[in-house]
């Protein structure tokens, strides 16, 4: 079974940077396309970057030039680096991803599949 963990959320002041990791968990698989989202309470949960499957990355507009999504997929791992942090930016952030898994005997299966979050808070 697939399982996605984030991590690397914590406090920290405006200005400053962050790195979250979301692993994914399985007995093989292959990422396809993953996104960050966040969601700050009271507001819905956006998309804040992406990487399609076709290798693109599309950000938010508000936070284009600051954060930057990367995928190591020999570690099943895809990170979000965010700098020039912003107290907007306090959020819970969630790794959502699109992958192919088998298992042991080789069966094949697809979906998509969400973390269980890491909060991120930036102090003014």
């Known amino acids: 079974q697939v399982q996605l963990a984030e991590s690397g959320g914590t406090l920290v002041q405006s200005g400053g940077s962050l790195r979250l990791s979301c692993v994914a968990s399985g007995y093989r698989l292959r990422i396809n396309a993953v996104g960050w989202y966040r969601q700050a309470p009271g507001r819905e949960r956006e998309l804040v970057a992406e990487n399609t499957i076709d290798g693109r990355t599309n950000y938010a507009d508000s936070v284009k030039d600051r954060f930057t999504i990367s995928i190591d997929n020999a570690k099943n791992t895809v990170y979000l680096q965010m700098n020039s942090l912003k107290p907007e930016d306090t959020a819970v952030y969630y790794c959502?991803?699109?992958?192919?898994?088998?298992?042991?005997?080789?069966?094949?299966?697809?979906?998509?599949?969400w973390g269980q979050g890491t909060q991120v808070t930036v102090s003014s």
């Open positions: 959502n991803a699109d992958i192919n898994s088998w298992d042991y005997y080789g069966t094949p299966q697809a979906g998509k599949y």
